[in-house]
């Protein structure tokens, strides 16, 4: 069976090649990355590997492009595996805080942040405390989102256009509560770390506001991830 999958694969490289060149053409990429057990002969046990997931979808600004996922495995987390990976791209990463993407954000490729990592701090700090602080982050993060359901799909100069006019002053004034919050509470609190981890990535949260092809999270990367974690669990 494994000369059977062997072969498969074989066959089926060109395909990936292809998937991969759609992938990497794109002007907007979104990047996650999980864990993956892997057989480990010799010891009777499996070890752990990381499968990368790059997921093209031009469908919230506009684009006709059909949407598409390239995975690729690595046997540990290392940076340089994405940018390898990534050598080819020069858009927009869509992407978590991992240290490992740092080295493209100098050669041509913009960085933009997610939301929903941002946002689950203050929820895991607010579930576990019920803290007001927490609770009205959230629904001030909302209120953003919101805006974002409304311009799904539209092209970038309208979505940019909305987001000037409506999101700006939320983002603007959710930056001066941030620092006003922070300002009045424990240094060493989860709070505290939720608010210093928002502004440390201020600027790629934010690229929203200056371009119109960026989303507001990287929910499309870990919708693409979600079957390798459940097959996983």
Known sequence: MADWVGQSARLMRPLVEAVGLHVMSAERVHGDDTTV???????????????????????????????????????????????????????????????????????????????????????????????????ETLQRIAALYEIEAKIRGRPPDARLAARTAQSAPLFTALRQWLEKTQARIPGKSELAKAIRYTLSRWQALTLVLRDGRACIDNNAAERSMRPMVMVRS
Do not use: M
């Open 37 to 135: 057990p892997v057989l480990d002969p010799g010891r009777g046990k499996t070890k752990t590997g990381r499968l990368w997931c790059y997921a093209r979808d031009d469908r919230p600004f506009g684009g006709k492009a059909a949407p598409a996922v390239l995975y690729c495995y690595s046997p540990d987390r290392k940076g340089e595996h994405p940018r390898a990976h990534l050598a080819s791209f020069h858009g927009i990463l869509q992407a978590d805080g991992y240290a490992g993407y740092a080295g493209l954000y100098d050669h041509g490729v913009t960085e933009a942040a997610c939301w929903a990592h941002a946002r689950r701090n203050f929820f895991d700090v607010h579930a576990a405390t019920q803290s007001p602080l927490a609770l």
